[in-house]
């Protein structure tokens, strides 16, 4: 089992994590991800990540009304984006984790900083049947050596100009299945114990929580205000972790 400040860390990213997701509609992968492997390795982390993240995402992939329309059009996407996980996840076996975690703190800095300040990408239709396959390749690989969904997959929902109601729906999507198929993955690669679902069952608690409280901020603080804080501090987060990961090199 775990020791009680690792319980006490766990509990409070997650309702931290949930708060931010709550607020601006995503980032309980990045945030979970970017604490806990300050602390812990990343396929524990991710271990821990299961079960927040497919229940608070499930909820966002089903509410909306728009699943059907959504899944038609970017399920070449969709469909090697959940595909490729598991091809990342071997990576967990087999490279030097403090690699990886060089990888994490540089897709947050990427998200962060594209999200604050990058330019806007355009696909036209034509264009986007055959970046779809490659966006959800790259998606799916990354998701799985660092626990991270997002990107190139939200860059990717951008770029084909999908409306806000419908890109946090697609992203409600994704990250489900993309929970799914690393859950599948950390079990074949034997990376996932009772003990590790145990906790990440006691983490959906403390998530929902902070989900709450992050709806009741949306309605007290500007969103715009929040997002910029937010993707402001996720390249110091990465910066952070590669620094910690290349001194234990």
């Excluded at 901020?217 to 987060?237: G, H």
Aim: proline share 4%; aromatic share 8%.
């Amino acid at each position: 089992m775990f020791d009680s400040s690792t319980i006490a860390v766990v509990i409070g990213t997650f309702f931290l994590a949930g708060t931010v997701k709550g607020t601006i509609g995503l980032g309980l992968p990045s945030v979970t991800m970017a604490v806990l492997t300050l602390i812990i390795d990343i396929p524990t982390a991710m271990a821990f990540l299961l079960v927040p993240s497919f229940a608070t995402n499930l909820w966002q992939a089903t509410v909306g009304g728009h699943g059907r329309a959504i899944v038609r059009r970017i399920w070449p996407f969709l469909f090697m984006a959940t595909l490729t996980v598991w091809l990342g996840a071997q990576a967990l076996t087999r490279i030097n984790l403090s690699y990886l975690s060089v990888l994490l703190g540089l897709l947050l800095i990427v998200y962060g900083t594209v999200s604050l300040a990058g330019p806007r990408l355009t696909l036209s239709r034509r264009r986007e049947i055959w970046a779809g396959p490659i966006a959800g390749m790259f998606n799916g690989l990354l998701a799985g050596m660092t626990g991270s969904f997002a990107v190139p997959g939200v860059m990717f929902f951008q770029a084909i100009g999908l409306p806000r109601d419908k890109m946090v729906q697609a992203m409600g999507i994704l990250f489900t299945a993309s929970t799914l198929a690393l859950a599948i993955a950390l079990r074949d690669s034997g990376l996932l114990s009772l003990a590790q679902g145990q906790m990440s069952a006691v983490a959906l608690l403390p998530a929902l929580l902070g989900m709450a409280l992050g709806q009741r901020i949306r309605r007290r603080l500007s969103e715009q205000l929040f997002r910029r804080i937010f993707f402001a501090a996720l390249p110091l987060m990465g910066l952070f972790i590669i620094i910690k990961a290349v001194a234990g090199l």
